[in-house]
T-cell receptor, first 110, second 116 residues
Framework: RKEVEQDPGPFNVPEGATVAFNCTYS??????FFWYRQDCRKEPKLLMS???SGNEDGRFTAQLNRASQYISLLIRDSKLSDSATYLC???????????FGRGTSLIVHP | SAVISQKPSRDICQRGTSLTIQCQVDSQVTMMFWYRQQPGQSLTLIATANQGSEATYESGFVIDKFPISRPNLTFSTLTVSNMSPEDSSIYLC?????????????FGSGTQLSVL
């Protein structure tokens, strides 16, 4: 089983739609969680951190469920510019080594 | 956030040659990583670049193939040695931010390598 798993998609949604991605992780000792966005042929960029209490940044909401070992990303009112690959990143305690999921591809169409 | 300058941005190389990729950070950072990303795949960690000591390599990656230097806290190089077409990939350096950006990763713009 991979340490961090994501549905690769693609998720193909119309503008204005709400879309949610999930990411599961296998290491129960994982400490920190992030969502990154990667555009085609570009480097990943931090979208948001994920906190136990859940957090929101504009149209984006991230949540963590430690009991079930998954994190989620909700995008409301999708824009064309949201089209990208969304990477789930998990770090574990001790020596900080981030582990990436394979990414979920989102396509927002007019 | 940390600003990372990575070069070259792309290169086309002949089989059997070597390429050195450089990353310069605008601030001192403790942790620096080198990743590889093959088409349609996620990022695979090659190694952690340690300042003043040998890099720590992940399973499947060895120093002879991917020698890494880290002479100080703002600079690192990754060399892809004796290249073959299977080494064609995007190579990314990454650092962990400091202070309020602790545990957040920042990436260089990547080096797209094609080996003929």
């Amino acid at each position: 089983r991979k340490e961090v798993e994501q549905d690769p998609g693609p998720f193909n949604v119309p503008e204005g739609a709400t879309v949610a991605f999930n990411c599961t992780y296998s290491n129960s000792a994982s400490q920190s969680f992030f969502w990154y966005r990667q555009d085609c042929r570009k480097e990943p960029k931090l979208l948001m951190s994920v906190y136990s209490s859940g957090n929101e940044d504009g149209r984006f909401t991230a949540q963590l469920n430690r009991a079930s070992q998954y994190i989620s990303l909700l995008i409301r009112d999708s824009k064309l510019s949201d089209s990208a690959t969304y990477l789930c990143v998990v770090t574990s305690g001790g020596s900080y080594i981030p582990t990436f999921g394979r990414g979920t591809s989102l396509i927002v169409h007019p | 956030s940390a600003v990372i300058s990575q070069k070259p941005s792309r290169d086309i190389c002949q089989r059997g040659t070597s390429l050195t990729i450089q990353c310069q950070v605008d601030s001192q950072v403790t942790m620096m990583f080198w990743y590889r990303q093959q088409p349609g795949q996620s990022l695979t960690l090659i190694a952690t670049a340690n300042q003043g000591s040998e890099a720590t390599y992940e399973s499947g990656f060895v120093i002879d193939k991917f020698p890494i230097s880290r002479p100080n806290l703002t600079f690192s190089t990754l060399t892809v040695s004796n290249m073959s077409p299977e080494d064609s990939s995007i190579y990314l350096c990454s650092v962990v931010g400091a202070a309020a950006d602790n545990e957040k990763l920042f990436f260089g713009s990547g080096t797209q390598l094609s080996v003929l």
